[in-house]
């Protein structure tokens, strides 16, 4: 056989730009652990997809035309899981077919994809169709659809995902430009993260067009029943028709928002921002597809009082998308900064005291998540730099990336103060802009930048690279939740529960942080008959929306109250969003009372045929 050479010997040690132009010596390799791609030696620059998304046999049937940087090696190596290769052909105008090998499979990286190349070769089209393996692909039948007339279809490439549809040098390290031709079922709309159309087109073919380069992750298509809601020239939702009115109210403010964040960091770089509403099955809350958000419906809340998943998802539109991490190790670049940022933008919308009640919620996750992750397998995950070598990267996706390293932000703005923060901030943005960065060097650029400059001594070390929440951690009150707290206190010591202050209180008085922070501090000790009072008055069962519920759910649970438990099946059965169930099952299974775990298994049985793979590998765990 050809191939099975050296390249693994010739390990390359690329210096960042950034480093090589300041002379710098220190040279350290980045290599991705998570891809088996030679994109050092050769690498896509823009790929081209010819998609046929057949909703019969839920297969998509494609060529995936990659046009290559110059190079002189012999061979170019992609990542694959899960896909079928056709054949594999070499030129433009002339196609001609060429050797390739697929090595070995590892259950979280795939295989690789060895294509036997001459050197100079610039296009490789390799014809491929998915399987029922495809882990990045949801279909969904109707009846899992908002309008319940038509099957859905949607991907979630974030984090390895992307090679499941499309054979790909899947690192984010590498950053491609793209285009593609879909064909879909007529009655369908197809959308990606690139130009949009705003209505169907009656045969059902597709052309989109991406020209900013992406990380392969941030590729992305949905297809269904949609209509688009304008908010304006440049942002709009796309949703269900049965959805659109309630979009049209949860939503209004996006113009605006994009406005606020533009003020805060530069210029919004990607022309296009809309969001797309998922089916409930969504894994996430929302994904940071460029130009075109994929979002939960668990969003639309009423009251708009999600939106921050809104600002979140925007706020990638430079953390992240702009300045990407260059490996999963350094997720935090990616999740950390758009914390931080997301509660920039909420503060400037609707003013510290609700930017403050969100951050303390997200302060009391991450101290349940630290003292949960310092009991696991890997007490080392408290670092915000991580080493998940031979590990899913979707491990690094803790509270740890998200609000340690939001919570070092504040920290340091807090030191250097906000003005100086966040030109530090506008700057790093733009001198990055459409890069990746690892996590040593942003260490440098924030010394270079903002340390040394200002004279201040920070052991940034400690942050990154040591577990725990260091003590100089800065630390957010908010009144409102500690009012909530104490009302929550007066419950667990056996007063009445709707007395003086609180007599007639009902849930549109509070937002749902509020309601997450009273229910959070309630005793799983309290009587059977107080959690049903409350809950008879509240409706938190019956109705709140998807956080408090989750929040609720598990208090009753470990409060041994199984009165809950048809609200509970038919929620679990409803959502898919990770974050909101897992922890659920996780309390079931946890449980000592009697039937907890059979019920968890048996909900999960009836539940799973509506998860898209992330969750439910993610509760497969959970409940092994
Ligand atoms: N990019 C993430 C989602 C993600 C992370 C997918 C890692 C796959 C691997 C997205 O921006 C996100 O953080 N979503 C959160 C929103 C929340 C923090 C506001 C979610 O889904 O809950
Ligand atoms: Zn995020």
Same mark, same amino acid.
């Given at each position: 056989m050809?191939? !099975?050479?050296? #390249?693994?010997?010739?390990?390359?040690t690329?210096?960042?730009?950034?480093? %090589?132009?300041?002379?710098?010596?220190?040279?350290?390799?980045?290599? /991705?652990?998570?891809?088996?791609?030679? +994109?050092?030696?050769?690498?896509?620059?823009?790929?081209?997809?010819?998609?046929?998304?057949?909703?019969?046999? +839920?297969?998509?049937?494609?060529?995936?035309?990659h046009?290559?940087?110059?190079?002189?090696?012999?061979?170019?190596?992609?990542?694959?899981?899960?896909?079928e290769?056709?054949? !594999?052909?070499?030129?433009?105008?002339?196609?001609?077919?060429?050797?390739?090998?697929?090595?070995?499979?590892?259950?979280?990286?795939?295989?690789?994809?060895?294509v036997?190349?001459?050197?100079?070769?610039?296009?490789?089209?390799?014809?491929?169709?998915?399987?029922?393996?495809?882990?990045?692909?949801?279909w969904?039948?109707?009846?899992?659809?908002?309008?319940?007339?038509? $099957?859905?279809?949607?991907?979630?490439?974030?984090?390895i @995902?992307?090679?499941?549809?499309? $054979?790909?040098?899947?690192?984010?390290?590498?950053?491609?430009?793209?285009?593609? /031709?879909?064909?879909?079922?007529?009655?369908?709309?197809?959308?990606?993260?690139?130009?949009?159309?705003k209505?169907?087109?009656?045969?059902?073919?597709?052309?989109?067009?991406?020209?900013?380069?992406?990380?392969?992750? =941030?590729?992305?298509?949905?297809?269904?029943?949609?209509?688009?809601?304008?908010?304006?020239?440049?942002c709009? &939702?796309?949703?269900?028709?049965?959805?659109?009115?309630?979009?049209?109210?949860?939503?209004?403010?996006?113009?605006?928002?994009?406005?606020?964040?533009?003020?805060?960091?530069?210029?919004?770089r990607?022309?296009?921002?809309? =969001? &797309?509403?998922? $089916?409930?099955? #969504?894994?996430?809350?929302?994904?940071?597809?460029?130009?075109?958000?994929?979002?939960?419906?668990?969003?639309?809340?009423?009251?708009?009082?999600?939106?921050?998943? &809104?600002?979140?998802?925007?706020?990638h539109?430079?953390?992240?998308?702009?300045?990407?991490?260059?490996?999963?190790?350094?997720?935090?670049?990616?999740?950390?900064?758009?914390?931080?940022?997301?509660?920039r933008?909420?503060?400037?919308?609707?003013?510290?005291?609700?930017?403050?009640?969100?951050?303390?919620?997200?302060?009391?996750?991450?101290l349940?998540?630290?003292?949960?992750?310092?009991?696991?397998? +890997?007490?080392?995950?408290?670092? =915000?730099?991580?080493?998940?070598?031979?590990?899913s990267?979707?491990?690094?996706?803790? /509270?740890?990336?998200? &609000?340690?390293?939001a #919570?070092?932000?504040?920290?340091?703005?807090? @030191?250097v103060?906000?003005?100086?923060?966040?030109?530090?901030?506008?700057?790093?943005?733009?001198?990055?802009?459409?890069?990746?960065?690892?996590?040593e060097?942003?260490?440098?650029?924030?010394?270079?930048?903002? =340390?040394?400059?200002? %004279?201040?001594?920070?052991?940034?070390?400690?942050?990154?690279?040591?577990?725990?929440?260091?003590?100089?951690?800065?630390?957010?009150?908010?009144?409102?939740?500690? %009012?909530?707290?104490?009302?929550?206190?007066?419950?667990?010591?056996?007063?009445?529960?709707?007395t003086?202050?609180?007599?007639?209180?009902?849930?549109?008085? *509070?937002v749902?942080?509020?309601?997450?922070?009273?229910?959070?501090? @309630?005793?799983?000790?309290?009587?059977?008959?107080?959690?049903?009072?409350i809950?008879?008055?509240?409706?938190l069962?019956? /109705?709140?929306?998807?956080?408090?519920?989750?929040?609720?759910?598990? @208090?009753?649970?470990?409060?041994?109250?199984?009165?809950?438990?048809?609200?509970?099946?038919?929620?679990?059965?409803?959502?898919? *969003?990770?974050?909101?169930?897992?922890?659920?099952?996780?309390?079931?299974?946890?449980?000592?009372?009697?039937?907890?775990?059979?019920?968890?298994?048996?909900?999960?049985?009836?539940?799973?045929?509506?998860?898209?793979?992330?969750?439910?590998?993610?509760?497969?765990?959970?409940?092994?």
């Amino acid at each position: 056989m050809f191939l !099975i050479s050296a #390249f693994a010997v010739i390990s390359c040690t690329p210096i960042s730009k950034r480093e %090589d132009d300041k002379n710098i010596v220190k040279s350290e390799p980045v290599s /991705d652990s998570h891809s088996y791609s030679n +994109h050092h030696e050769i690498r896509t620059e823009h790929i081209h997809l010819d998609l046929d998304v057949n909703f019969d046999n +839920h297969i998509i049937y494609g060529v995936a035309r990659h046009r290559m940087s110059q190079s002189n090696v012999t061979e170019a190596i992609f990542d694959m899981k899960g896909i079928e290769i056709q054949k !594999i052909t070499l030129g433009k105008e002339i196609e001609k077919e060429t050797e390739y090998i697929i090595g070995e499979s590892d259950s979280i990286k795939g295989a690789p994809l060895t294509v036997e190349i001459t050197p100079g070769t610039e296009h490789i089209n390799i014809y491929y169709q998915t399987t029922r393996e495809t882990e990045a692909l949801d279909w969904l039948a109707p009846e899992l659809t908002a309008g319940k007339k038509h $099957p859905y279809l949607y991907t979630q490439g974030q984090a390895i @995902l992307t090679r499941s549809w499309i $054979p790909i040098q899947d690192t984010p390290m590498n950053r491609i430009t793209y285009s593609a /031709d879909v064909k879909v079922p007529a009655e369908l709309i197809a959308l990606m993260s690139a130009n949009n159309p705003k209505e169907k087109n009656p045969e059902g073919r597709y052309h989109f067009e991406m020209k900013q380069a992406i990380p392969a992750y =941030l590729i992305a298509l949905a297809v269904g029943d949609m209509k688009y809601t304008s908010f304006g020239s440049t942002c709009g &939702v796309y949703s269900e028709p049965e959805l659109a009115d309630q979009c049209k109210y949860e939503f209004v403010d996006l113009p605006k928002m994009i406005e606020v964040a533009e003020n805060i960091y530069g210029a919004y770089r990607w022309d296009q921002y809309d =969001l &797309v509403i998922l $089916p409930y099955s #969504f894994p996430f809350g929302g994904m940071e597809n460029p130009r075109l958000t994929f979002a939960n419906p668990t969003l639309i809340a009423g009251d708009r009082s999600l939106i921050s998943v &809104v600002a979140h998802e925007l706020a990638h539109s430079w953390s992240g998308n702009l300045v990407t991490n260059a490996t999963w190790n350094d997720f935090w670049l990616n999740e950390g900064f758009t914390v931080y940022f997301e509660n920039r933008i909420m503060e400037a919308m609707y003013g510290k005291e609700i930017a403050d009640i969100n951050a303390v919620i997200e302060y009391q996750d991450l101290l349940a998540s630290i003292e949960q992750i310092e009991k696991s397998e +890997h007490p080392e995950d408290t670092q =915000l730099k991580l080493q998940l070598e031979d590990r899913s990267p979707d491990d690094g996706m803790t /509270d740890i990336a998200y &609000v340690k390293g939001a #919570f070092f932000l504040r920290t340091l703005e807090d @030191l250097v103060g906000r003005k100086k923060f966040d030109a530090f901030l506008t700057n790093y943005f733009d001198s990055h802009a459409f890069e990746t960065i690892t996590t040593e060097s942003f260490i440098q650029y924030l010394n270079a930048e903002l =340390l040394i400059p200002n %004279d201040v001594t920070f052991d940034t070390d400690e942050w990154i690279y040591r577990p725990g929440l260091p003590n100089n951690c800065i630390k957010i009150n908010s009144q409102r939740l500690t %009012d909530m707290e104490a009302w929550a206190e007066q419950v667990n010591a056996g007063e009445a529960v709707f007395t003086g202050d609180y007599k007639t209180i009902k849930r549109g008085d *509070r937002v749902t942080q509020e309601w997450q922070a009273f229910v959070r501090k @309630l005793s799983p000790e309290i009587s059977k008959d107080v959690l049903i009072e409350i809950d008879n008055r509240l409706k938190l069962s019956a /109705d709140a929306n998807p956080a408090i519920k989750s929040d609720w759910f598990i @208090l009753n649970v470990k409060a041994g109250n199984t009165t809950v438990r048809p609200y509970m099946e038919a929620y679990l059965i409803k959502i898919g *969003r990770r974050w909101y169930i897992e922890s659920i099952y996780q309390a079931l299974v946890d449980s000592d009372l009697k039937g907890d775990r059979e019920f968890a298994l048996a909900t999960f049985e009836k539940a799973k045929g509506g998860y898209h793979f992330v969750s439910r590998s993610t509760i497969e765990e959970v409940l092994k």
